[in-house]
């Protein structure tokens, strides 16, 4: 986990509201990805960035979106159009070049 | 599209004995795979990967995967197991330049080992 941060650990939303998830890495990586987990699923691709200013839908990136300001900042917002968003979120890392991901604590999304 | 596939949602072993945790891929071209094991509410941690090269991949923790292009398999295998392996492990393929070459996840296997 070490290098990217997920905050908060623990989201609770009410239904019909966004919420931000952030991702921060220190990594000087220059891909970043979100995926989202659900049990007996394993991992699926929400958005991919590989540079600053620039991002790519993956297989379920309805009801979702990101931004890349900045090399180090990755944040998700689940917004009210998905329509199923309790999971496990987990942000990840990749230096160009390298093919290994590292990744991030995961924040885990409620909806009450 | 490249994926992978676990086919044992669980395994259980004995402590002190040897596991195996399997894993099949299909892939276009030549496959870049990876093994990650995550611990309850914890991010994934990265073990091991094969690229190119031995068949045989060590990694972290003691642990050690074998690629089989024949069988399309990388099995990952630890030669004595410890209550602290107990966790999810996934097996991943990477895709492709038109994916931001990002990881195509197996549904994982929870791992199981007892004193």
């Known amino acids: 986990d070490g290098g990217i941060t997920q905050s908060p650990k623990y989201l609770f939303r009410k239904e019909g509201q966004n919420v931000t998830l952030s991702c921060e890495q220190n990594l000087n990586h220059d891909a970043m990805y979100w995926y989202r987990q659900d049990p007996g699923q394993g991992l699926r691709l929400i958005y991919y960035?590989?540079?600053?200013?620039?991002?790519q839908k993956g297989d379920i990136a309805e009801g979702y979106s990101v931004s890349r300001e900045k090399k180090e900042s990755f944040p998700l917002t689940v917004t009210s159009a998905q329509k199923n968003p309790t999971a496990f979120y987990l942000c990840a890392s990749r230096s160009q070049g390298i093919d290994t991901q590292y990744f991030g604590p995961g924040t885990r999304l409620t909806v009450l | 599209a490249q994926s992978v596939a676990q086919p044992e949602d669980q395994v259980n072993v004995a402590e002190g004995n040897p596991l195996t945790v399997k894993c099949t891929y299909s892939?276009?071209?030549?496959?870049?795979l990876f093994w990650y094991v995550q611990y309850p509410n914890r991010g994934l941690q990265f073990l091991l990967k094969y690229i190119t090269g031995d068949n045989l991949v060590k990694g972290s923790y003691g642990f050690e995967a074998e690629f089989n292009k024949s069988q399309t398999s990388f099995h990952l295998k630890k030669p004595s197991a410890l209550v602290s392996d107990s966790a999810l492990y996934f097996c991943a393929v990477r895709d492709g330049r038109g994916s931001g070459y990002a990881l195509n996840f197996g549904k994982g296997t929870s791992l199981l080992v007892t004193p």
């Open positions: 960035s590989q540079i600053v200013n620039d991002f």
């Open positions: 892939v276009s071209g030549n496959p870049y």
